[in-house]
């Protein structure tokens, strides 16, 4: 109940008044009480002593022993009082409400003691005989400075007292009343004071911060109006702050999407706090699979466990390379401790270096299959120059055998050479291409035409599969031919006599994905990825025929009409190449 403020105004000030109310009637009852009581004392002085001076007048000679009971009898009728007449020595003479002879000498009882001394005695007993509080009055009766007995004057004071416990009652009853009304009007003012309250600490928990949301806590001139006021600038300012973080935050968030190293963070206890598009994909793992994970759950490498293991017991920087078994990737991890930013933490940032790898070997094999090439025919050539020159020439058709072996091994060679310098001259963009509307069967065709002579000689069926009725395709046809007339020679090569190679276009979306299909020898699973690269030939030895070129080149054409090439095979069951080109729009 304390916990409402409405309560805790309204009960201290109940209390408060049920005190002061409690205190004031106490006060009041008790002032009257002794207001009635001096008042009372001085009539009954006044009295006695009115009464003392009749009796000293009245007394000649020695102070009467007795008989002065009809006298204090009638004193005592007129005053409404009892009246005791006591001689010097104590000793009741005079008694208006009692039988004196059962009255034991008075001098000891503190009024008359009083009176002895001070000359007036006062007393307040409770009276057995009259079962009530009585104030008693003594005055002594003094003719030429003697004692000569006192007069005693008693009242009960069960008036006074029933008087005041009347008033007593009285203003208990009022402040019970006003203590009700005080309850009444405490709940309401208090209920009135904090309503205002209540009704901001409402609307405040409906005013969200959502940056779209203008709405403001309505305000009004007390207090509350002040705080509301408060508040609403308050939340101004704290939407500002979070529309400032909310876009800071999109743009961390952009940019470890976007980035293609995979960003982790991990916290002191191990546990995955963060992880980018780019690390789930190196991780195979989805990130509501690894947030709040153990690290080792999310990664299963233990060089990188153990790099953060070293990274939070040093705090320094660590970086390690790993290849993942069975998959041919190389990562790069580095792990950065949070020191500052988030302490404890560790930041693994994963580095795929699978692809620059690849480009390494791409280049390495790129020269010495370079070199390779030019090697043997250049080998070929000084053999054959030297046997001319030292007997060949004597023997005219030896020579001239010799002579059509030079020229075929230099038609060779600058055939590569011309090759080479096509690819190159493709793949830094400096081939002009004319593109035009071109029905695809056109460009399939051409090619079968071109190498129908050949296919015939090694006993390949060439079968077309084109539907008369395509798209025209945007393509340089002589290019495209060129690309066509590759993949259907490599078909041939690869392909053992009777065997079949079947190409076909089909439209799909906006492009035609034509395809050649062959049951020849097939890629290995481990060449496949390969095939695109320049001078790449399964055939390590690279003693057949072909300089491993073709794709490389078909790749750049493919790609510079804005297609895709790839190749499916089954080892020792036939290849399928495909490449797209979009269709006139
Ligand atoms: P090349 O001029 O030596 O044929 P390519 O670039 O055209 O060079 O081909 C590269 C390599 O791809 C070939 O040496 C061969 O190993 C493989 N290849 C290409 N096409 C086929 C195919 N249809 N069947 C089997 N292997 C193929």
Redesign the pocket.
């Known amino acids: 109940m304390f916990q409402s403020i409405r309560w805790r105004i309204a009960i201290p000030y109940v209390i408060l008044f049920m005190l002061v109310m409690t205190g004031l009637s106490l006060y009041i009852s008790d002032f009257i009480y002794h207001t009635e009581l001096n008042e009372l004392e001085s009539k009954l002085t006044s009295e006695a002593r009115l009464l003392g001076g009749t009796l000293e007048q009245r007394i000649i000679g020695e102070f009467p022993s007795h008989g002065l009971d009809v006298l204090a009898k009638e004193w005592s009728d007129d005053l409404g009082v009892r009246v005791t007449l006591i001689a010097a020595d104590g000793e009741v003479v005079g008694e208006s409400n009692e039988d004196r002879a059962t009255m034991d000498n008075h001098l000891q009882r503190p009024e008359i003691q009083q009176a002895l001394l001070e000359g007036m005695g006062r007393s307040i007993r409770f009276s057995r005989t009259l079962g009530a509080d009585m104030l008693y009055i003594a005055l002594p009766v003094v003719k030429d400075a003697e004692v000569l007995g006192y007069v005693r004057l008693a009242i009960a004071l069960d008036q006074i007292e029933a008087k005041v416990s009347s008033l007593r009652k009285t203003i208990l009853t009022g402040t019970l009343i006003a203590t009700i009304l005080a309850i009444l009007l405490g709940v309401v003012v208090a209920e009135y004071t904090t309503r205002p309250l209540r009704d901001l600490a409402k609307t405040t928990q409906h005013i969200s911060l959502d940056a779209h949301s203008d709405q403001l806590i309505p305000t009004t001139v007390d207090e509350v109006g002040q705080l509301a006021g408060a508040i609403n600038a308050m939340r101004v300012q704290l939407r500002a702050q979070y529309g400032r973080l909310d876009t800071e935050r999109k743009k961390l968030v952009a940019v470890l999407k976007q980035l293609s190293d995979g960003v982790m963070i991990v916290d002191e206890m191990g546990k995955v706090q963060m992880v980018n598009p780019a690390a789930q994909r190196m991780f195979s793992v989805k990130e509501g699979d690894a947030l709040d994970r153990s690290l080792p759950s999310v990664v299963r490498h233990h060089q990188i466990i153990d790099l953060w293991r070293k990274c939070l017991e040093s705090g320094e920087n660590q970086v390690t390379s790993l290849e993942v078994p069975g998959k041919h990737q190389i990562f790069q991890v580095e792990a950065i401790p949070l020191v500052h930013a988030l302490p404890g933490s560790v930041l693994l940032v994963v580095n795929d270096l699978t692809h620059l790898r690849r480009l390494e070997t791409v280049r390495r094999d790129f020269i010495s299959n370079i070199s390779h090439e030019l090697r043997t025919p250049l080998a070929s050539l000084k053999a054959l120059a030297e046997t001319l020159q030292e007997s060949a020439l004597d023997d005219p058709p030896a020579a001239r055998r010799f002579l059509n072996r030079i020229e075929a091994e230099v038609d060779a060679l600058s055939l590569m050479v011309q090759e080479l310098l096509e690819l190159s001259r493709i793949e830094s963009g400096k081939v002009p291409l004319e593109l035009k509307p071109v029905p695809p069967q056109d460009l399939l065709t051409s090619a079968i035409e071109r190498l129908q002579l050949q296919s015939e000689n090694s006993g390949i069926q060439v079968q077309l599969h084109c539907p008369a009725d395509l798209p025209l395709v945007l393509a340089d046809p002589p290019r495209i031919e060129q690309v066509v007339v590759?993949?259907l020679?490599?078909?041939i090569?690869?392909?053992p006599a009777g065997g079949n190679i079947t190409l076909s276009a089909e439209s799909s979306e906006d492009i035609i994905l034509f395809s050649i299909k062959?049951t020849?020898?097939?890629?290995s699973a481990e060449?496949l990825p390969r095939?695109f690269e320049r001078f790449?030939?399964?055939?390590r030895a690279r003693s057949?025929?072909?300089?491993?070129?073709?794709?490389?080149i078909s790749r750049h054409l493919v790609e510079a009409h804005g297609g895709r090439i790839w190749a499916e095979?089954l080892e020792g069951h036939g290849?399928t190449?495909y490449f797209t080109i979009p269709v006139v729009a």
């Open positions: 590759n993949l020679h490599n078909a090569k690869f392909t062959d020849g020898s097939g890629i060449d095939i790449f030939k399964a055939d057949g025929g072909g300089t491993g070129l073709g794709l490389a095979s290849s190449f």
